[in-house]
């Protein structure tokens, strides 16, 4: 899957306009499709919901943007095999420094240079937690849309890659619909279904005349 700025935000906790900056600014762009002028669509992977989750955490423990810079560049220079450091390794951090665990239990590398107790920030719980974020985000959600006197069930579906919502009538094949919000999308279905409702009657009373 595919998740657009708005699904991100909501995925990650993050705000649109940190999500933004950090891509416009070289720390964490989209490694599926960059914005390129109006009307083009940041798209991130779940690799890169990883790295903005834990820079996140990282920033929420108190390390600035300028340290985790500092310690990306660290880490790409000592561990060139490592492609997304924020996403690949377990970190450590005191909020003032970044230690990355290596492979040898005994050695932990205080990326920038500093040495202090530490508290954990475990990538694999980060990752458990988008996972349920994510299947919750894009999870069918059912609700009943009224018309006339009659009650129709419709299914809400979360775009992630367009944002806003598509919803589709449940016992009407083929009547869909779209809109910015939840709300918008259940309106816009009702005139949906409306019209639907409308052809399928014409088509029965044309089939009943001929």
């Not at 890659?161 to 869909?176: K, L, S």
Request: proline letters at 2%.
């Amino acid at each position: 899957m595919n998740y657009n700025t708005a699904a991100v935000a909501a995925i990650t906790g993050l705000t649109k306009r940190q999500i933004s900056y950090w891509d416009s600014s070289h720390f964490i762009k989209p490694s599926i499709n960059e914005a390129a002028g109006y009307g083009s669509a940041r798209l991130y992977s779940f690799g890169d919901l990883v790295q903005l989750k834990v820079a996140k955490t990282l920033k929420d423990q108190g390390i600035s943007v300028q340290k985790m810079r500092k310690a990306v560049s660290y880490l790409k220079v000592h561990m060139p095999d490592i492609k997304k450091p924020l996403a690949d390794l377990k970190f450590l951090t005191d909020g003032n420094t970044i230690f990355v665990l290596t492979r040898n239990e005994r050695k932990i590398i205080d990326t920038l240079k500093q040495g202090q107790a530490v508290l954990t920030v475990a990538v694999g719980n980060i990752i458990e937690e988008l996972k349920g974020q994510v299947i919750t985000l894009s999870k069918e959600r059912t609700y009943e849309v009224k018309i006339g006197k009659k009650k129709y069930p419709v299914l809400l579906h979360a775009d992630t890659e367009d944002g806003g919502y598509w919803v589709e009538a449940a016992d009407i094949p083929g009547c869909v619909s779209q809109g910015d919000t939840v709300e918008e999308a259940l309106g816009m279905i009702k005139d949906a279904i409306a019209g639907c409702l409308s052809v399928l009657s014409e088509r029965a009373k044309a089939k009943k005349a001929s």
